[in-house]
């Protein structure tokens, strides 16, 4: 065991060499491939902060209905991204994929021909369970087949690729904003058919997760896909040893199929781990697994890429189309940005991107409150408040897609142990989606209540209670393994246990002393 353990960490050097290898190129496309369908959900968000202008006037429907109609994808998606760990533990991370696609097609033309409120809010059903499934099972796929020295990299897709649906939907609205009403909308939702086909067709390609192939006993087709998706064949073989080992399959085992429990192959019990008897690196990692998404979105991002069009309104800017341009500068923001942070994460770490993009957003929600106070109760247009409103969404937009944005699903892809990933990672999903869906459905309400800069300051003080957490209890994971994460967790939980076993053993020795 010294020995293994020795080599071990030899090995694993070759993880972060001083003279980092080139990137792995079939990873990298597997990877692309597989984040590409986080475009769905991208492509929705855009496209429906600029059709329900068109909506409401076709339609005449309310401010609460619209509220309903932008937030409640989200609040669906929590059934696909519920059903999505233990549909990807039973059929694969791959075929999930595919399934998510079809589940979207499905709900986009259900939008595209939808003659009433109602029958627009069954495709928002539809494609909201497509977009749980795209947004649970794409990052898990890309940590569990990229190597560790490019694993942030590529776990950033997701990221990008939302982005680059939202500026697409911009562009979208923007586009058929000159056809006429009652065509417009509906061929701005409709047509997200087309990257939904062409995914679903391209998934195809793509090998399956090892670590799932071992889960399953298939430890030769894991072999193979290992040796192409890692750097060198020394780290595939470590890469394997490692698998083998958290899956509980022994070393010495050469065979290319092995018998596995249905416990194992399809993921029962680990609801039971997670949450009823949850060891201290376990619960430690769920807390982080699903406070990560929950500040993402309870910061308020998606009411400033959602309801740009109204904070521009609020601001002075009330020309349709002017709206519209601005927006898609606020999508070509969060795509550029989100770049930057793909290129960065590998080299600087999560913790520094996380607490700078949290500091960063902080301040600039902060201003943009400020601003839109001061406009609120001016009785003429202020024009400097009114740019550094438009520059502080941009501000706000760009600090997220820096860090926060593209790092929660970097950092709860690779924290879960391999038994415990689909389902842990499917949890924190549910509560990214959750979060967005309560935010966007109360947005409007909330700043008639307390005005549009009260809910940004609000929005700014949950971003200091994240700076916080992320301070508190991400630690860095950088350079590692998926299978050495769970070590750098637990060290608070543990302290509190032996603290009360010692005030226990201490309360039980003074009860034998008096006695």
């Keep these: 065991m010294a020995n293994r353990n020795l080599d071990k960490n030899v090995i694993s050097n070759q993880y972060v060499p001083l003279k980092r290898p080139k990137r792995n190129k079939y990873a990298f496309a597997c990877s692309i491939l597989a984040s590409m369908t986080s475009v769905l959900l991208g492509y929705d968000t855009g496209v429906m902060s600029g059709a329900v202008i068109y909506i409401k006037e076709d339609l005449k429907i309310t401010d609460v209905q619209i509220e309903i109609l932008v937030g409640t994808i989200n609040i669906y998606s929590l059934v696909g991204a519920a ?15 595919v399934f998510a696609c079809i589940i979207f097609f499905v709900g986009a033309i259900l939008m595209g021909f939808a003659t009433n409120y109602w029958f627009l809010m069954l495709g928002r059903f539809v494609a909201g369970i497509g977009v ?8 898990v796929y890309t940590a569990e087949v990229a190597p560790a020295s490019c694993r942030g990299f590529c776990t950033s897709f997701p990221e990008v690729f939302i982005n680059g649906g939202v500026l697409l939907g911009y562009v979208s609205n923007y586009a058929f904003s000159m056809l006429p009403l009652k065509l417009g909308w509906r061929l701005m939702l409709g047509i997200g058919v087309i990257p939904s086909v ?8 793509m090998p399956e997760s090892p670590r799932w192939l071992v889960m399953q006993g298939r430890l030769g087709d894991a072999k193979r896909i290992l040796d192409k998706t890692s750097d060198t064949l020394e780290e595939s073989k470590m890469r394997l040893a490692d698998i083998k080992e958290a899956a509980g399959i022994s070393q010495d085992c050469q065979d290319d ?5 249905r416990r194992s192959s399809h993921g029962e019990g680990v609801w039971k ?17 699903i406070g990560v998404h929950f500040f993402q979105q309870a910061s308020g991002i998606d009411a400033v890429v959602m309801y740009s069009p109204r904070i521009y309104e609020k601001a ?18 969060k795509t550029f940005f989100t770049l930057v942070a793909t290129f960065l994460v590998d080299k600087i770490g999560r913790r520094i991107l996380l607490l700078s993009s949290c500091g960063g957003m902080t301040l600039s929600l902060l201003a943009l409150a400020t601003g839109l106070t001061i406009i609120d109760h001016s009785d003429h247009k202020i024009k400097w408040a009114i740019v550094l409103c438009v520059c502080m969404t941009y501000s706000s937009v760009a600090f997220f897609s820096i860090g926060m944005g593209p790092l929660a699903w970097v950092y709860s892809s690779e924290i879960f142990p391999l038994r415990l990933r689909a389902q842990g990672s499917s949890m924190g999903v549910a509560v990214n989606r959750a979060v967005s869906g309560v935010i966007l459905m109360t947005f409007i309400s909330l700043y008639k209540a307390i ?3 009260g809910a940004f300051f609000l929005y700014a003080g949950v971003a200091i209670v994240a700076w916080i957490f992320f301070y508190t209890l991400l630690p860095e994971t ?16 543990r302290w509190r246990s032996t603290m009360k076993e010692l005030k226990r053993n201490k309360v039980e020795g003074d009860g034998s002393a008096q006695a």
């Design 316 to 333: 002075g800017i009330t020309k349709y189309k002017d709206m519209l341009l601005a927006t898609i500068a606020v999508g070509c923001m």
């Design 83 to 97: 059903l999505a760990g233990r549909t990807s533990d039973w059929i694969g991370r791959r075929y999930t994929i």
């Design 273 to 289: 781990e997670l949450f009823l008897h949850p060891t201290p690196a376990v619960l430690h990692i769920l807390i982080a697994g």
């Design 451 to 453: 005005s549009i800069g």
């Design 257 to 261: 199929i092995v018998s596995v429990t």
């Design 198 to 205: 062409l995914l679903g067709i391209g998934v195809l390609a």
């Design 478 to 493: 950088q350079g590692r393994t998926l299978e050495e994460m769970e070590p750098l967790f637990g060290t608070f939980f």
């Design 132 to 139: 749980g499934y795209a947004l649970m099972i794409a990052p």
